[in-house]
Every structure is written in C-alpha cells, then in structure tokens.
C-alpha cells in the first residue's frame, strides 16, 4: 500500500549562489572528503609520519578520486545503442560513446556522472604516484601504494556513506518496486510507486566497513600487515555491492537483458583483488614501527625547528 511507504521529495538544491545552483551532493562530497583527510591525519600523526603527508595525501587522493570518478563514469556507462555501427578489425560495435566523439564534454561534471569504481581505479592510481614521489623519500616506513590505502580506506567509508547519502537527496540509483514497508516513492523522479532505497542500503555496508576496518587500525596490529585492511575494505564493500545490484534498476539502457550489469562486472575485479591482498597480508612479515617522527624534508614543514633557531640567534646577540 502507498501509505506503508515513503514519499520521497526532496529538493536537491541547498541554495543558490546567484544563478548557480549549490546542491546537497556536492556538498556532502566536500565534506566526505574533509573528514576522509582528518581522520587520514590523525592515523599519520599515530604512526610519527612527516607531517606534510596529510595535505599531500589530501590533494592527490582528492584529484585521483574524482578525476577517475568521472573518467570511470564517462567510458563505463556512457553507451548508446546506434544505428550507425562501427566496423573495427573486423568487429562490428552496435554502441558508441559521445565522449570519445567529444572529449571536452568530460570537463561538464555538473551534468553529472561519476562512478564509483572509477574512483577507486583513480585512488589506486593516485596512490601508486604519491607514494613515488613523495613517501617513498623516507623508507624507514616501507611504504606502498597498498600501505597508503590501507590507511586511507578507513576514512573512505566515511566519504562513501556521504556520498551515497547524495545520491538519495538527489533521488537517483535506487532499486526496483517492493512491498516493504521502508519502500520510497522517489516523487521527483517521476516514480509513483514504493522502491528499494538502495542508497540507504549502501550506506550501511559502508558503515559497516568502517565498523570493522576501524577497530581494526586503532585496537589491533592489522595495520602492519600490509593489505589486510584495504583486501576487509574491499571484500566488504564490492561482495555487497554486487548482490545489491540484483535489486538495483540499470543506470543505463544497453545494461537491460544482460546476466550481469556493468556494476556487478566492474565489482568482480575488485573482489578478487581484496581476497588476494588479504591472504597476501599472512604470507608476509610484519612492518616495523618507526618510533620517531623524522624531520620533514619539506621546508615549510620545519616550523618549528625554525623558531628554536631564531631564539638561539637572538639570545647569542644578546650576549
């Protein structure tokens, strides 16, 4: 019954700055992403890191994470049925993609589409660069990209939970007609009738990943074993994700009729990578811990060595 449901309409706009318009998704991105680096720096502060390593960790995660994001959204999901087809090598390709027709329109992120699993492709790239050109100058904390991820995807829960909480105020990627009692009647998208609010189901399996990766950081050794955190993440959060799709409408029209969608082939890959990264994680020595924090090799960063040495100047003048 429509009165054992709930209705849905929300506006997804904030507020308005002049003719643009602030909506509640990107504003729960900015904050997904604020508290991802707080809590990043609080574990980098745990284990005696430098301490430009949070905003470097910051900006290249935040540049890799929606780059890949739109990238991945913009060549995963953007295929079109044609009546032109393509012949390539002898195969003939029925679908094209604008994108690679245009691509200048990747630069129009306010019409949307961002990807999930492109943003964790652009993580891992990111993470594989900082830790080239940055961490790697201090090998006393044997880092990776892996041991940079492994910190990293327990704020990552956080930023999902928000973002995903976006994607209901935007009444979007929700699941098909049921007959529970939580169903919701997505009004703003033209929906009349009770639908899984798959957002909210997500957001619980990535709580749920926070609730376990998180202890696990803070009140065991498994931060020293390399993987184990982020093969938990991942295992957790795409395992769930490809069964929730079963109950999730297709984002996109050439999806319909296929075994699987595009978010469950796309989760696959990362469900593989998880349980290796984990029994890779027991297979390996422990990390050592480093018990002083070494001195920054970046000069803004020595404040406060810095000040020591002015007083110093200062008192031998006095002298």
């Not at 295929?79 to 630069?107: A, V």
């Not at 704020?155 to 049921?178: D, Q």
């Amino acid at each position: 019954m429509i009165l054992d449901a709930i209705i849905w309409n929300v506006d997804p706009v904030a507020f308005h700055l002049g003719s643009w318009e602030v909506r509640w998704y990107g504003i729960l991105w900015a904050i997904g992403l604020y508290l991802c680096w707080k809590v990043n720096e609080q574990m980098y502060k745990r284990e005696n890191c430098p301490a430009e390593w949070p905003d470097q960790l910051f900006a290249w995660m935040a540049a890799g994470v929606i780059i890949g994001a739109r990238l991945g959204h913009c060549w995963f999901y953007e295929w079109y049925l044609t009546n032109d087809p393509i012949q390539l090598f002898g195969w003939t390709i029925n679908y094209r993609n604008p994108y690679i027709e245009h691509p200048l329109w990747l630069l129009k992120i306010w019409q949307g589409g961002l990807s999930s699993h492109g943003g964790a492709i652009g993580l891992i790239i990111a993470a594989m660069l900082l830790n080239k050109y940055k961490y790697s100058r201090y090998p006393q904390f044997h880092t990776s990209w892996i041991w940079i991820l492994d910190r990293l995807c327990v704020g990552v829960c956080i930023t999902a939970t928000l973002i995903r909480f976006g994607n209901l105020m935007n009444s979007e990627i929700y699941g098909g007609p049921t007959d529970l009692p939580w169903g919701f009647v997505f009004v703003r998208d033209g929906q009349t009738e009770p639908c899984h609010p798959t957002q909210i189901y997500e957001m619980l399996y990535c709580l749920v990943a926070m609730a376990v990766t998180w202890p696990m950081y803070f009140f065991t050794e498994a931060r020293r074993r390399e993987g184990l955190l982020l093969g938990t993440f991942l295992n957790i959060v795409f395992v769930t994700r490809f069964l929730l799709e079963f109950i999730k409408n297709d984002q996109e029209a050439f999806e319909a009729g296929h075994l699987l969608n595009m978010g469950q082939i796309l989760s696959i890959p990362f469900v593989i990578l998880g349980t290796w990264l984990m029994i890779r994680a027991y297979r390996r020595p422990m990390l050592p811990v480093v018990d002083k924090q070494p001195e920054s090799l970046d000069p803004k960063y020595r404040e406060n060595g810095q000040k020591t040495a002015s007083v110093k100047d200062k008192r031998t003048k006095t002298k």
